[in-house]
C-alpha cells in the first residue's frame, strides 16, 4: 500500500522561505512521479511541481518557476518542496501525490495523473 505523509507547513511572512516534506512508502514501481499540488477553497488543485523518479526530470508551472524547486533523497523515501519569496497567494493546503506507471506519459499539471496522496498540510504566508 502507498503511503505519504507531508510535513513542513506552518506560517511564513511575505518573502519568507518554508520547506515541505513528503515521506514515501509502499511503491514498488521503478518508474513513478512525484508531484506537488496546492489547493485553496473553492478552486481546483493546482499542480507546483514534478520529479519523476525515472531520470529525475522536474516540472514547474509559470506561477511558481524560479521560486519553487523540488529534489528527492532516496536514502530517506523524502521528496521535498523547497519555496522561496513566499507570497499570499501561495496560501493554500500543499499535497504530495504520487503517480506510478509510464510518467513519459504523465500530464505533471493533473491531479487526475496521480493515484495516491497525502493527507496535505497548510501553508499560510501573512504578516
Known amino acids: 500500500e502507498v503511503h505519504l505523509v507531508e510535513s513542513g507547513g506552518g506560517l511564513v511572512q511575505p518573502g519568507g522561505s518554508l520547506r515541505l516534506s513528503c515521506v514515501i512508502s509502499?511503491?514498488?514501481?521503478?518508474?513513478?512521479?512525484i508531484g506537488w499540488f496546492r489547493q485553496v477553497p473553492g478552486k481546483e488543485r493546482e499542480g507546483v511541481s514534478c520529479?519523476?523518479?525515472?531520470?529525475?526530470?522536474?516540472w514547474y508551472p509559470d506561477s511558481v518557476k524560479g521560486r519553487f524547486t523540488t529534489s528527492s533523497d532516496n536514502a530517506k523515501n523524502t521528496v521535498y518542496l523547497h519555496m522561496n519569496s513566499l507570497t499570499p497567494e501561495d496560501t493554500a493546503v500543499y499535497y504530495c501525490?504520487?503517480?506510478?506507471?509510464?510518467?513519459?506519459?504523465?500530464?505533471?499539471?493533473?491531479?487526475?495523473?496521480?493515484?495516491?496522496w497525502g493527507q496535505g498540510t497548510q501553508v499560510t504566508v501573512s504578516s
Open positions: 501525490a504520487v503517480s506510478t506507471g509510464d510518467t513519459r506519459l504523465l500530464d505533471p499539471s493533473a491531479a487526475k495523473d496521480f493515484g495516491y
Open positions: 509502499g511503491v514498488t514501481s521503478d518508474d513513478y512521479a
Open positions: 520529479i519523476s523518479s525515472y531520470d529525475g526530470s522536474t
